[in-house]
């Protein structure tokens, strides 16, 4: 079963929400977010390799990160500010593409009980510009592929 991404844009913040609940428990889909093997199996839409050059998933750890694809490499860095096991992520998020746009972003795990878990976010922009492009550059679909690729992996596991 695949479950919606449900995305939203607030007027007037420069925030983006979203949830999006997964056929899996919260270890396991808190694991899919921290260990950079199974992270490249899914972070992304499909077509895009991945190549991670740095994963330290720990409070005050950082990120880098690479999709690639016929057209190109996109590169992303971060700082993981805070990590709470099974429950919550604190991070930043910088596309090299757009330097100095950092968005701040919360993870929140939710268990449903029953082997289920919802995976809760908001995104903060540094400006509504900044917001408009991400939304604007297909964003929630590659969020929605992603996400689904999760869905197989999880369900394989």
């Given at each position: 079963?695949?479950?919606?991404?449900?995305?939203?844009?607030?007027?007037?913040?420069?925030?983006?929400?979203?949830?999006?609940?997964?056929d899996a428990?919260?270890?396991?889909?808190?694991?899919?977010?921290?260990?950079?093997?199974?992270?490249?199996?899914?972070?992304?839409?499909?077509?895009?390799?991945?190549?991670?050059?740095?994963?330290?998933?720990r409070s005050?750890?950082?990120?880098?990160?690479?999709?690639?694809?016929?057209?190109?490499?996109?590169?992303?860095?971060?700082?993981?500010?805070?990590?709470?096991?099974?429950?919550?992520?604190?991070?930043?998020?910088?596309?090299?593409?757009?330097?100095?746009?950092?968005?701040?972003?919360?993870?929140?795990?939710?268990?449903?009980?029953?082997?289920?878990?919802?995976?809760?976010?908001?995104?903060?922009?540094?400006?509504?510009?900044?917001?408009?492009?991400?939304?604007?550059?297909?964003?929630?679909?590659?969020?929605?592929?992603?996400?689904?690729?999760?869905?197989?992996?999880?369900?394989?596991?």
């Open positions: 079963m695949t479950n919606a991404l449900n995305l939203t844009a607030p007027v007037d913040t420069l925030a983006m929400e979203f949830t999006r609940e997964f428990p919260v270890e396991a889909l808190f694991r899919a977010h921290a260990d950079p093997e199974v992270v490249k199996q899914w972070l992304g839409p499909r077509g895009l390799a991945m190549t991670i050059d740095e994963w330290e998933f005050h750890g950082g990120y880098r990160y690479v999709h690639s694809d016929e057209s190109g490499e996109y590169r992303f860095n971060g700082t993981f500010h805070t990590v709470r096991d099974n429950e919550f992520i604190l991070q930043t998020f910088e596309f090299d593409g757009a330097p100095d746009m950092v968005n701040l972003e919360y993870l929140w795990f939710e268990d449903l009980g029953g082997g289920r878990s919802r995976l809760r976010g908001r995104s903060i922009c540094p400006n509504t510009d900044a917001r408009d492009a991400l939304l604007s550059s297909g964003m929630e679909g590659g969020m929605t592929e992603g996400y689904e690729k999760l869905d197989e992996l999880l369900a394989r596991r």
